[in-house]
């Protein structure tokens, strides 16, 4: 049987990472791509390509070319950023043979844009915590209970540019350091445990949840424990199906009171995609059994703990060379979960 292969970008970081660990002797071959030299993930797969970055307007052409090139089936997207041309030109890659896993333009925007979270949940029954542009907030006619969050409405990652304000008076200070204030958003505050959520959906229906309890350090997940917790996962499942994502969507909320808080979706792979494999529930295999061969999501969640830690690749300065002067290079690494 030929194996199929399959693209994963953004591989210099957690999520592109995740999936190529997911992926780790799975019986697909993993073509890694990203923008920049050093990315990690480069040197660990057995091809590599150097790409534009999502904002050049050689982004698509050049991933078209590489997909229709090396016969790519799926390309699972690593960053943000990515997201919207991608979704914007999936038909373009489909007609080359490739699947890109990346949800439909309506999903993307209620997942990056916290305000349109805050207003498209609320509807539903769903708690999500007051939103509101920071720049339409009338301090005078509205009281403010601390503590509140400021934070970028649309996009934002690893907590840059968040804020958690304890006073008025450091309410003052940061809205008046923030040039740009349309750009900002402020939320109430919700204390209580973090969860990230993975979820697989595929042909509208969600095929699967994995709850789990994190703790944080500079915006990542660096510790977190897979739970039974049949509130959270049903309320995980009716905003992935009132939204239909497609492939996985992470859920992030906080529990308050058994009520379950959610304050943003990523319609991704998350970072803590390889922790999630390593307990049983394989987002990027699944979604690829799924596709390539018609096998339905089979799971078994393990209760237990994860731990982060860093993990030392060598490369030899030929690879880089020759990936900096060709844009591609094979490599002799893998990287194991």
């Known amino acids: 049987m030929n194996t199929f292969n399959i693209g994963v970008t953004?591989?210099?970081?957690?999520?592109?990472?995740g999936v190529i660990k997911s992926l780790y002797d799975s019986g697909y071959n993993v073509i890694g791509l990203d923008g920049e030299l050093l990315g990690a993930g480069l040197y660990s797969v057995s091809k590599s390509y150097l790409i534009p970055y999502a904002k050049s307007p050689d982004f698509i052409p050049t991933l078209l070319d590489i997909c229709h090139k090396e016969k790519i089936a799926l390309l699972f997207p690593g960053l943000d950023a990515e997201l919207e041309?991608?979704?914007?030109?999936?038909?373009?890659?489909?007609?080359?043979?490739t699947t890109v896993i990346v949800s439909d333009q309506q999903v993307i925007t209620i997942s990056?844009?916290?305000?349109?979270?805050?207003?498209?949940?609320t509807p539903l029954g769903i708690k999500v915590p007051f939103t509101v542009a920071l720049d339409t907030f009338d301090v005078t006619q509205n009281k403010i209970v601390f503590p509140v969050i400021i934070k970028q409405?649309?996009?934002?990652?690893?907590?840059?540019?968040?804020?958690?304000?304890?006073?008025?008076?450091?309410f003052d200070k940061t809205v008046s350091s923030i040039d740009k204030k349309s750009d900002y958003i402020l939320q109430e505050y919700i204390e209580g445990d973090e969860y990230t959520c993975g979820t697989v959906n595929l042909d509208g229906v969600c095929?699967?949840?994995?709850?789990?309890r994190r703790i944080l350090r500079d915006g990542d997940t660096y510790k977190c424990f897979t739970e039974h917790n049949s509130v959270i996962e049903e309320t995980v499942r009716k905003i992935v199906t009132a939204?239909?994502?497609?492939?996985?969507?992470?859920?992030?909320l906080r529990l308050k009171d058994n009520i379950p808080y959610v304050f943003e979706i990523n319609a991704r792979c998350s970072g803590t995609t390889a922790a999630r494999t390593l307990c049983g529930f394989n987002e990027p295999k699944m979604i690829a059994d799924y596709i390539l061969k018609g096998i339905e999501p089979i799971y078994d969640i393990k209760i237990q703990t994860v731990l982060r830690y860093w993990k030392?690749?060598?490369?030899?300065?030929?690879?880089?060379?020759?990936?900096?002067?060709?844009?591609f290079t094979e490599n002799k690494h893998r990287l194991s979960l």
Do not use: W, Y
């Open 243 to 252: 939204i239909k994502p497609f492939g996985a969507c992470n859920v992030q």
């Open 207 to 212: 095929k699967g949840v994995i709850v789990m």
């Open 312 to 327: 030392e690749l060598v490369v030899e300065n030929e690879e880089i060379n020759q990936l900096k002067g060709n844009k």
């Open 85 to 97: 041309p991608l979704s914007k030109h999936r038909k373009d890659f489909a007609a080359i043979g």
């Open 153 to 170: 409405q649309v996009g934002g990652a690893r907590s840059k540019n968040v804020f958690l304000i304890k006073t008025e008076k450091e």
């Open 10 to 17: 953004g591989v210099g970081g957690g999520v592109g990472q």
């Open 112 to 121: 990056d844009d916290k305000l349109q979270t805050f207003e498209q949940l």
